[in-house]
């Protein structure tokens, strides 16, 4: 799992690495821009929300929400990614901070109408999650919506057979989000495949 020095390496090159299993269709970000996509128009589905993004890395998500009219926070632990964001978007509040290690108190000082994060929380155990996005669910709207687009699977057993597909390039430090087991915790969670190792997750109140 790379660490914050790793991100901050890894950022002027972490677009094309992207891009790059994405149109190859090959794990671990194969259909990253219709999870991107879907999340998008999701968002402007209620004209121009207020977002909170969580790890919102390059901003290529983000920037296009800001650019939509959307009134844009966001949290990422790279002091590198940030510096790429947020010419993207001057007027938007990022901030820089381990969200393992919780947000900032601007970030938890108001509401949000959606709070979304792509390709990050899979960096959090099952139980952190579930923890973290107990906390996300206080500061939302009352209609509002959590969105997570990342490596995800339905069921157990279809990350376990993607699991045997990829072989050695599979990153065992990665904790990838099953639909089914965190349903338990969140009854209200949607799952939308969209790809065979990625989809994503909605959670209302």
Known sequence: ???????????????KTVGLSDDDNTYPFAGYKQVLAKIYSRCLSRGT????????????????LYEAGCDVYGQDFSPRMLDIAQ???????LYCGDFSQGLHPDIL?????????TYALHHL???QKR????????????????????????TRREL??????????????EVYFVADELRFHFPTLHFEPVSHCAGVIRITQ
């Open 160 to 173: 376990e057979d993607c699991r045997a597909r990829v072989g050695d390039d599979w990153d065992g430090d």
């Open 1 to 15: 799992m790379l660490n914050k020095t790793g991100f901050d390496l890894w950022a002027d090159g972490y677009d």
């Open 87 to 93: 010419p993207k978007m001057p007027g938007a509040k």
């Open 109 to 117: 000082s108001r509401r949000y109408d959606f709070i979304v994060s």
């Open 131 to 154: 923890d973290f996005i107990s906390g996300l669910l206080e500061i939302l709207e009352l209609d509002g919506e959590i969105l997570i687009g990342d490596v995800a699977f339905a």
């Open 125 to 127: 155990t099952d139980a």
């Open 49 to 64: 929300p207020t977002v909170l993004d969580i790890g919102f890395g390059t901003g290529t998500l983000t920037a296009k």
